[in-house]
């Protein structure tokens, strides 16, 4: 795994999806809700953690209402106060107080009685840097994903959540360099198709 090629593909993958234009951005939210309101992996969820899309992320922003509506119970990331690198997941209440983390972006006022951990979900959003068709995501490089679903390498038979990687279809590639702490998802959903890996 060469570290310098998965920095320098982060930025290329970066700036393709902060390119696209507003318009584009909106008809890729919509799109993704279309494809995914319907989607069994959707419908059979209850618990059901989202991202709030930054830095040209595809936003989930519409399935997440209407998720709310269907009386889902929702969830959204939230980071431990620094230097803690590990992430948890808030469920959204109806007077949700915000703020924002050290990276600028917007989440819940954290409340570790609303937290809940990962294996107890039925299915996490994940936001992509890129991905490839056999499953292997790129982030951020934080690692905050990786470190909340790292159990999964540890168990021999399956353990929720479902992990679903959305993303712009421009993000994606051939293959990902994969590093060891690399947690694999198990389908991906982008503007414009349905990968089921697993």
């Known amino acids: 795994m060469n570290t310098a090629s998965r920095s320098a593909l982060r930025s290329q993958l970066r700036a393709a999806r902060r390119a696209l234009p507003p318009s584009q951005q909106r008809h890729a939210s919509r ?3 279309r494809r995914l309101a319907q989607h069994p992996l959707f419908r059979r969820s209850q618990h059901i953690a989202f991202y709030l899309a930054n830095d040209g992320e595809i936003d989930p922003t519409p399935l997440f209402k209407h998720a709310r509506q269907l009386g889902k119970i929702c969830y959204v990331p939230v980071l431990r106060r620094w230097p803690s690198t590990k992430m948890a997941f808030q469920r959204l209440t109806p007077d949700q107080r915000w703020h924002k983390n050290r990276f600028g972006i917007r989440e819940p006022v954290a ?3 609303l937290q809940a951990p990962a294996w107890r979900l039925d299915l996490v959003m994940m936001p992509l840097v890129g991905f490839d068709p056999q499953g292997n995501r790129l982030g951020m490089g934080g690692g905050f ?3 909340a679903l790292a159990y999964r390498q540890r168990r021999r038979t399956w353990v929720g ?3 679903l990687g959305l993303a712009h279809d421009c993000q994606k590639v051939a293959v990902l360099p994969v590093a ?3 947690i694999p998802l198990d389908a991906i959903m982008t503007d414009q198709e349905f990968i089921s890996l697993r």
């Open 31 to 33: 799109q993704l809700f």
């Open 111 to 113: 409340n570790a009685r």
């Open 145 to 147: 994903y990786d470190r």
């Open 161 to 163: 959540p479902r992990l």
């Open 180 to 182: 060891s702490w690399d």
